[in-house]
């Protein structure tokens, strides 16, 4: 004679989900989050998803994880979905649980709530371009500082050529004017 036990895992009723709530509502995506009892021997998942006035459901099935999230993807903007989450065990589902109805925004409305720090794709290849464009002022103000440097030395060098021819004239032509008794000029006064 077989003995089993009262409790089989079988035997096992699972509670639904509880806490079932909608996080980071996108205009196309949105994740699903709930909780679960503690020792409810969960492996897995099970999600519906449906449009509100639709019949067509969306099934979403994992098994062997222990999250307690799934990401919906592909929603359409300005709509109505109802969800549902079931907990797996071995020895079936749990009911379903309470229907969460959520509403994805229009694009013009996500981007009027979009905080300060969020940065979309679209927002992503802007930044790229501006960087592109940016960059290249930064390459065009280098070269003409170039240039302007370049310039400089070039008219420093003739300045500095001319310089020693300068102050050769002047000496030419003072010592023209000059005595033995002023060596700097002979039209200068003498204190004698």
């Known amino acids: 004679m077989l003995m089993t036990s009262p409790f089989s895992v079988a035997d096992t009723v699972l509670s639904a989900p509880l806490n079932v709530t909608i996080r980071e509502l996108g205009v196309n995506s949105a994740v699903v989050t709930w909780e679960i009892l503690e020792g409810d021997p969960v492996i897995g998942f099970a999600i519906t998803q449906q449009k509100k006035d639709v ?104 300045i500095k050529d001319n310089e020693p021819n300068n102050n050769k004239d002047k000496a030419k032509n003072s010592s023209e004017c000059s005595t033995p008794e002023h060596p700097q000029g002979g039209l200068l006064r003498s204190n004698v």
């Not at 993807?73 to 649980?97: F, K, R």
């Not at 996500?110 to 960087?131: F, I, N, W, Y």
């Not at 302007?148 to 003739?158: E, G």
Request: proline residues 5%.
């Open 55 to 158: 019949h067509m459901l969306r099934f979403i099935q994992e098994v062997n994880t222990t999250t307690r999230s799934c990401a919906l993807w592909d929603l359409d903007e300005d709509t109505e979905y109802i969800v549902h989450v079931q907990s797996i065990s071995m020895g079936g589902s749990s009911p379903p649980s309470q229907p969460v109805l959520f509403r994805t925004p229009k694009e013009s409305e996500k981007m009027a709530a979009k905080s300060p720090d969020e940065v979309t794709m679209e927002e992503v290849g802007q930044a790229a371009q501006l960087r592109a464009g940016e960059l290249i002022i930064i390459v065009v103000v280098l070269v003409m500082w170039a240039g302007v440097i370049v310039l400089f030395c070039r008219q420093y060098d003739i």
